[in-house]
């Protein structure tokens, strides 16, 4: 018999949270899996988990962040800071009739997801990161940091801050500029050793002059891109940018974790091309300070960033290894 014979389909949801609603899609019965996507991204990122966590005996269940696809999109920036995150997730868990849940996220999910277990840990009693590992809180204002970086070149969360400028980049043709930012950070199509880097910006440039040319990565079909290019159409960047645009109203908001661990048994998972790992390599070597749950790490040689889509029967097994193994 196929998978899909063993397993029901997908079922979409919207359910009450902080932001108003969050849009979540779900599959399977069992234990409670919350899986959050990142940047630029939506519940879609998980659809090669969905049904392998199903057939494994868990309920999977990923969100649209709010923000993003058919979650609300609170209109005021302030409204994306992470505490706020945090308590969606909570409400979905909770709307779900559950009273706890393993969360995994990738990229900003990653963060989301570790901020989870941080903030809520009688809710969240494991969390799996990817792409991003967990870097305590502490050290200068986000803000400050990031426009020391590149120079005479702009790092990309600094462009990211005023509101309205990225977006001026990206909505006049979305699916280009989705298309460019997936094949830039892929571990088959990025920008050689060489050449500029895609996550700074040149004086008076944009992102997109570094991007690959119109090749799409192995792991993005045209589907593919038309689904997230299709939400983004819909709603517009700001809400997922909304992000970016908190990092130093989270670094007041979390003070009180000033390098906090993160005690409950976690997992991470890297790409061996993926800046997020090789700029944050200290941060996987303080796993054992900052994450003494730790139950294993993995950084997966030739990956670039998009993790469980580029690898996702790499992902997937590593995903259910770890869960077979957490305490019920």
């Given at each position: 018999?196929?998978?899909?014979?063993?397993?029901?389909?997908?079922?979409?949801?919207?359910?009450?949270?902080?932001?108003?609603?969050?849009?979540?899609?779900?599959?399977?019965?069992?234990?409670l899996v919350l899986l959050v996507h990142g940047f630029p991204e939506s519940w879609y990122s998980?659809?090669?988990?969905?049904?392998?966590?199903?057939?494994?005996?868990?309920?999977?269940?990923?969100?649209?962040?709010?923000?993003?696809?058919?979650?609300?999109?609170?209109?005021?920036?302030?409204?994306?800071?992470?505490?706020?995150?945090?308590?969606?997730?909570?409400?979905?868990?909770?709307?779900?009739?559950?009273?706890?849940?393993?969360?995994?996220?990738?990229?900003?999910?990653?963060?989301?997801?570790?901020?989870?277990?941080?903030?809520?840990?009688?809710?969240?009693?494991?969390?799996?990161?990817?792409?991003?590992?967990?870097?305590?809180?502490?050290?200068?204002?986000?803000?400050?940091?990031?426009?020391?970086?590149?120079?005479?070149?702009?790092?990309?969360?600094?462009?990211?801050?005023?509101?309205?400028?990225?977006?001026?980049?990206?909505?006049?043709?979305?699916?280009?500029?989705?298309?460019?930012?997936?094949?830039?950070?892929?571990?088959?199509?990025?920008?050689?050793?060489?050449?500029?880097?895609?996550?700074?910006?040149?004086?008076?440039?944009?992102?997109?002059?570094?991007?690959?040319?119109?090749?799409?990565?192995?792991?993005?079909?045209?589907?593919?891109?038309?689904?997230?290019?299709?939400?983004?159409?819909?709603?517009?960047?700001?809400?997922?940018?909304?992000?970016?645009?908190?990092?130093?109203?989270?670094?007041?908001?979390?003070?009180?974790?000033?390098?906090?661990?993160?005690?409950?048994?976690?997992?991470?998972?890297?790409?061996?091309?993926?800046?997020?790992?090789?700029?944050?390599?200290?941060?996987?070597?303080?796993?054992?300070?900052?994450?003494?749950?730790?139950?294993?790490?993995?950084?997966?040689?030739?990956?670039?960033?998009?993790?469980?889509?580029?690898?996702?029967?790499?992902?997937?097994?590593?995903?259910?290894?770890?869960?077979?193994?957490?305490?019920?």
């Open positions: 018999m196929s998978l899909s014979q063993h397993v029901p389909e997908i079922t979409h949801r919207l359910v009450p949270s902080p932001a108003g609603r969050i849009h979540l899609v779900e599959q399977g019965a069992g234990p998980w659809r090669h988990q969905l049904p392998v966590l199903a057939a494994a005996g868990y309920r999977a269940v990923a969100v649209d962040v709010r923000g993003y696809g058919r979650s609300s999109k609170p209109a005021a920036t302030e409204a994306y800071r992470m505490a706020a995150l945090v308590e969606d997730n909570v409400a979905v868990v909770h709307a779900l009739g559950e009273e706890s849940a393993v969360v995994v996220g990738h990229d900003w999910g990653a963060t989301i997801a570790a901020n989870c277990a941080l903030l809520r840990p009688e809710v969240f009693r494991a969390v799996g990161l990817l792409s991003v590992p967990y870097t305590p809180r502490g050290g200068p204002r986000p803000g400050e940091l990031f426009a020391r970086m590149g120079g005479d070149e702009e790092f990309y969360v600094s462009y990211f801050q005023e509101p309205g400028r990225a977006e001026a980049e990206i909505e006049p043709d979305v699916r280009g500029w989705l298309a460019g930012f997936y094949a830039a950070l892929s571990g088959d199509t990025m920008p050689g050793p060489g050449a500029p880097d895609p996550h700074f910006v040149g004086k008076g440039g944009t992102l997109r002059d570094r991007f690959p040319g119109d090749r799409l990565p192995a792991w993005l079909g045209e589907r593919d891109l038309d689904v997230y290019a299709g939400e983004f159409e819909r709603t517009g960047l700001t809400g997922a940018l909304g992000r970016y645009r908190n990092m130093d109203r989270d670094w007041e908001d979390l003070a009180a974790f000033d390098g906090a661990p993160i005690t409950q048994p976690s997992l991470f998972i890297g790409g061996g091309l993926d800046a997020s790992t090789t700029w944050l390599a200290g941060a996987i070597e303080a796993y054992p300070v900052t994450l003494p749950g730790l139950v294993s790490s993995h950084v997966l040689d030739g990956c670039g960033h998009w993790i469980q889509q580029e690898r996702p029967a790499e992902v997937n097994r590593l995903l259910t290894d770890w869960l077979a193994v957490l305490p019920g």
